[in-house]
RNA sequence: GCGCCUCUAGCUCAACGGCAGAGCAACGGACUCUUAAUCCGCAGGUUGGGGGUUCGAAUCCCCCGGGGCGCACCA
């Protein structure tokens, strides 16, 4: 358990000098661990540099031995070895009193200990901070998953990994964004508190606003507000932001996450798997350096071009059974039952085609691929289809057996979009709550005339954990949603 | 929400029906070139909580709680 009484006994005793009160307010550092380690590796075991630098960070481990010590200094960049000498350290005495976990500051000559570890002599050094509860075993770290995503400030010093993870996870949002801008991407923000749910089928989050007395609730997705900005005039939009739905937890979902929406004028959901693909391989190489991944052990090439198939087309190529919404009902419904689905009486040809698919197909890609034209009946918020009679421009990306994200050509026609809204507020009535409410904002904003668009939502969330191979949501995301620790006891019911 | 697994010292783990232990950290001490330093010493527990079975429960059973995985829903 994740300590949710505090420490069962005393704080660890306090040893040495520095009071809190003691601490300077602040502390110039000259360069980073890694810096030390640029500048002066070329230092041979025994040598002296003459250059004096100011190190900062946490001392990690500590060896001492009487009249020396060594420690290792970690900051964000790295470590470095901290050697303190009696004659050369000041208060040398305190220094081998530090415990491990205690923030220092330190400034000394670049040097190389005879046994051929880049150090900083310490002249003097000064308390930043004590660390009053222990970081864990020093070798082992701290592997037990509440505790590591509870208190992810001790996780981040006792795995390395995790750092690493989040960091990439950066990377991936910077390089979007700039990839984003160089097309001529306006980046917007659109609100999170929504008078009404909508651009996805999902539960909400509610809340209230006391001075207007009125629920609202957290959007389950930026889409509706994102189109009213096309037809404010923006061609090309992007917002990328949390959205929440108020579902399970699991190891590919977190009630919040964050997702790229992006909005592009004139253009059809045929363009928009282009930009996906010279986006998605293109961060890769940014942050990674390769667009050949391994995910899982399996490899995972991101170079465009990327498999276009139809839903229709990889379920024949999954099952040997070629199924389309134009079918008898009940041919499709018997199909569904084989793989030992529950089969809703209220469910259209629509429906149970992309549930056959989910059943069967979709755990089954590797990808990428872009599995393409969904069921009409599943797809609210898309156009109807050129060619295919029941079928909407939609595709979702698949990478590493799993949706990446979803995008369409978007439904346009106010008319169409107020009876798929209808339909939508039907299967509410009839219980589906995770089922669309009619935005009578939103039709009123499309009166005023959507130019064709191509819409997007990307999984920042799920492109991290490609990036950074790891299986589980958590890894990638710092602070996930967890039950709440229970105030002031421990957890007896 | 349902099913399975799991919870022992601050951390990592033993003990699996018969005296709750080790390593690390912490605490006290030795040591002037260490690399998870080493060595000596000391302390640390309502075995997640409650109830039951038993001569005896960390261990078996029941309830509750936390966490993990799977199913369902979804990105």
């Not at 400030?153 to 979007?176: F, K």
């Not at 069921?375 to 421009?393: C, D, I, K, N, T």
């Not at 009839?430 to 939103?442: F, P, R, T």
Request: hydrophobic share 40%; aromatic share 8%; glycine share 10%.
């Amino acid at each position: 358990m994740a300590d949710p009484r505090g420490p069962p006994g005393p704080l660890r005793p306090q040893r040495g000098r520095s009071a809190v009160s003691e601490v300077p307010y602040r502390f110039e550092v000259t360069h980073a661990a890694s810096e030390i380690a640029q500048r002066w590796g070329g230092l041979s075991a025994g040598e002296e540099s003459g250059d004096v630098v100011s190190v900062a960070g946490r001392v990690m481990l500590l060896r001492t031995q009487g009249k020396v010590a060594f420690g290792e200094l970690r900051d964000s960049s790295g470590s470095i070895q901290l050697f303190a000498q009696a004659g050369a350290t000041e208060d040398l005495e305190d220094f081998v009193r530090l415990n491990l976990g205690d923030w220092i500051g330190a400034s000394g000559e670049v040097v190389r200990t005879r046994r051929g570890e880049l150090s900083v002599r310490v002249r003097t050094w000064t308390l930043l901070a004590r660390a009053r509860r222990s970081f864990g075993d020093k070798w082992r770290g701290v592997t037990d998953t509440e505790t590591r995503s509870r208190q992810r400030e001790v996780d981040l010093w006792a795995n390395e990994s995790t750092r690493s993870h989040l960091l990439v996870r950066s990377e991936i949002v910077r390089a979007m964004r700039e990839r984003l801008w160089a097309g001529g991407f306006v980046e917007v923000e659109t609100p999170i508190l929504h008078p009404i749910p909508g651009g996805a089928l999902a539960r909400p989050f509610v809340t209230h606003h006391n001075a207007l007395d009125a629920d609202l609730y957290l959007r389950v997705a930026p889409e509706l507000y994102l189109k009213r900005l096309v037809i404010g005039g923006f061609e090309r939009v992007f917002e990328i932001g949390r959205s929440f739905r108020n579902e399970g937890i699991s190891p590919r979902h977190n009630p919040e996450f964050t997702t790229l929406e992006l909005y592009w004028a004139y253009a059809d959901y045929l363009d928009m798997m282009g930009l996906v693909e010279e986006l998605v391989a293109g961060v890769a190489s940014d942050v990674v350096g390769t667009a050949r991944l391994t995910y899982q052990g399996r490899p995972l090439d991101l170079t465009p071009p990327w498999r276009r198939a139809t839903m229709a087309e990889l379920i024949l190529e999954q099952t040997g059974h070629a199924v389309d919404v134009g079918m008898e009902r009940d041919e499709l419904a018997a199909l569904l039952a084989e793989t030992g689905a529950a089969v809703d009486p209220s469910w259209g040809t629509g429906k149970l085609m992309a549930e056959y698919y989910e059943k069967t197909t979709e755990g089954a890609l590797w990808g990428p691929v872009f599995v393409l034209d969904y069921p009409e009946e599943v797809s609210p918020l898309a156009r109807r289809h050129r060619a295919g009679p029941g079928l909407v421009e939609r595709f979702e990306p698949v990478l590493g057996g799993r949706e990446l994200g979803n995008a369409f050509s978007e439904l346009i026609d106010p008319d169409d979009q107020r009876a798929r809204f209808v339909e939508q507020a039907r299967r509410r009535a009839a219980g589906d709550d995770e089922a669309m409410v009619l935005d009578e904002e939103y039709l009123r904003a499309m009166d005023y005339g959507l130019p064709p668009t191509a819409g997007l939502g990307i999984g920042i969330d799920r492109l991290a954990m490609l990036l950074t191979d790891t299986a589980n949501i958590r890894e990638v995301i710092a602070f996930p949603t967890l039950r709440p620790e229970r105030a002031g006891g421990d957890s007896a019911g």
